[in-house]
């Protein structure tokens, strides 16, 4: 299985700052790379897929890059509305597998 | 407009068997993989399946198969999952999601959940 590792497992930041996610897959996925948002009490939301294709709707302060085994995703200027916890998920093959999570906290 | 409707929160016994469903619309079901996650209560996100209605072909994460079953109905464009015998362990939200066919086989659509508790 291809193991998923995102750094930080949290992160403080406030209102208007830029804040960077890092996910690292343990072999090389190419693009087949994508970041979901998930808020308390809520289903995970795609934001990017193919690691950098912004989805349908998401505002575009998310961006996400890179490709083979590193990946990140940034967020250019924090708005309220983006504290949640982030998920980036391998779909390079079967089974599937998701990071262990980075949860941004206001600071 | 794409919807997934998943049925409400179970509360069952340990050794009881559930399935729980996931009806979809606003989209050619036999087209797409479907696919199941488990959220443990305050952990992250685990995927445990998908299954293709077009040819019935299923895929299971090592830690799921033969705990679970995912299987469908394509008269009523519903997907299901489900346990023989419950155990604790097993209390969890459940999410299905749809995996896009274009791009890179990303969740696009997610259904709004379901809890399972299972409890003596």
């Known amino acids: 299985d291809i193991q998923m590792t995102q750094s930080p497992s949290s992160l403080s930041a406030s209102v208007g700052d830029r804040v960077t996610f890092t996910c690292r897959a343990s072999q090389s996925i190419g693009s087949y790379l994508n970041w979901y948002q998930q808020k308390p009490g809520k289903a995970p939301k795609l934001l990017i897929y193919a690691a950098s294709s912004l989805q349908s709707g998401v505002p575009s302060r998310f961006s996400g890059s890179g490709s083979g085994t590193d990946f990140t995703l940034t967020v250019s200027s924090l708005q309220p509305e983006d504290f949640a916890t982030y998920y980036c998920q391998q779909s390079y093959s079967t089974p599937r597998t998701f990071g262990q999570g980075t949860k941004l906290e206001i600071k | 407009e794409v919807q997934l409707v998943q049925s409400g929160a179970e509360v069952k016994k340990p050794g009881e068997s559930l399935k729980i469903s996931c009806k979809t619309s606003?989209?050619?079901?036999?087209?797409?993989?479907i696919g199941w996650v488990r959220q443990m209560p305050g952990k992250g996100l685990e995927w445990m399946g998908i299954?293709?209605?077009?040819?019935?072909?299923?895929r299971y994460s090592p830690s799921f198969r033969g705990q679970v079953t995912i299987s469908v109905d394509k008269s009523i464009s519903t997907a299901y999952l489900q346990w023989s015998s419950l155990k604790t362990s097993d209390t969890a939200m459940y999410y299905c999601?749809?995996?896009?066919?274009?791009?890179?086989?990303?969740?696009?659509?997610w259904g709004q959940g379901t809890l399972v508790t299972v409890s003596s």
């Open positions: 999601a749809r995996e896009a066919t274009t791009s890179r086989q990303q969740l696009d659509y």
């Open positions: 299954f293709y209605p077009g040819d019935s072909d299923t």
């Open positions: 606003g989209y050619s079901f036999t087209n797409y993989w």
